[in-house]
């Protein structure tokens, strides 16, 4: 099994953006929550978006969405060594890898956190890394 950002997977985590779906390795997310609140800190700039209180612990939370808002689910991720959160719209599935066939490579033109394309049902579902996505949303102190 490959970690971040390989192809294989021990399964997928399969999240909604918008109208959009996504899937991430489950060998990325440690846990998913639902996010009912989210608490603003003075001087935070997006992406990151506050923190939700896990288990008595503050949680970071990016928020990854186009339309931020207050409710939705969290994957709980670790990265570069820190536990935090990725707020999206929904998660709409965890599935096993062969529920995930692979389809063809990205397009040149996707951008770099798309790692590859699977198909669901009839539909397209882009693979992301959402390290990288994560890596080109944080915009610089």
């Given at each position: 099994?490959?970690?971040?950002?390989?192809?294989?997977?021990?399964?997928?985590?399969?999240?909604?953006?918008?109208?959009?779906?996504?899937?991430?390795?489950?060998?990325?997310?440690?846990?998913?929550?639902?996010?009912?609140?989210?608490?603003?800190?003075?001087?935070?700039?997006?992406?990151?978006?506050?923190?939700v209180?896990?288990?008595?612990?503050?949680?970071?939370?990016?928020?990854?969405?186009?339309?931020?808002?207050?409710?939705?689910?969290?994957?709980?991720?670790?990265?570069?060594?820190?536990?935090?959160?990725?707020?999206?719209?929904a998660v709409?599935?965890?599935?096993?890898?062969?529920?995930?066939?692979?389809?063809?490579?990205?397009?040149?033109?996707?951008?770099?956190?798309?790692?590859?394309?699977?198909?669901?049902?009839?539909?397209?579902?882009?693979?992301?890394?959402?390290?990288?996505?994560?890596?080109?949303?944080?915009?610089?102190?």
């Open positions: 099994m490959a970690g971040r950002g390989g192809l294989v997977s021990a399964g997928y985590v399969l999240f909604r953006l918008g109208e959009r779906t996504f899937a991430t390795p489950l060998s990325d997310v440690r846990e998913i929550v639902r996010l009912t609140r989210l608490e603003e800190l003075p001087g935070m700039r997006p992406p990151l978006a506050g923190v209180v896990l288990r008595g612990v503050p949680l970071p939370v990016f928020d990854v969405r186009d339309c931020p808002g207050v409710t939705g689910d969290v994957l709980v991720m670790t990265v570069d060594g820190d536990e935090v959160g990725v707020a999206v719209d709409t599935a965890v599935l096993a890898p062969d529920e995930l066939p692979e389809g063809e490579p990205p397009a040149r033109t996707l951008p770099g956190y798309v790692v590859g394309v699977r198909h669901h049902g009839d539909a397209p579902v882009l693979l992301v890394d959402v390290h990288r996505m994560l890596d080109l949303k944080r915009i610089p102190a």
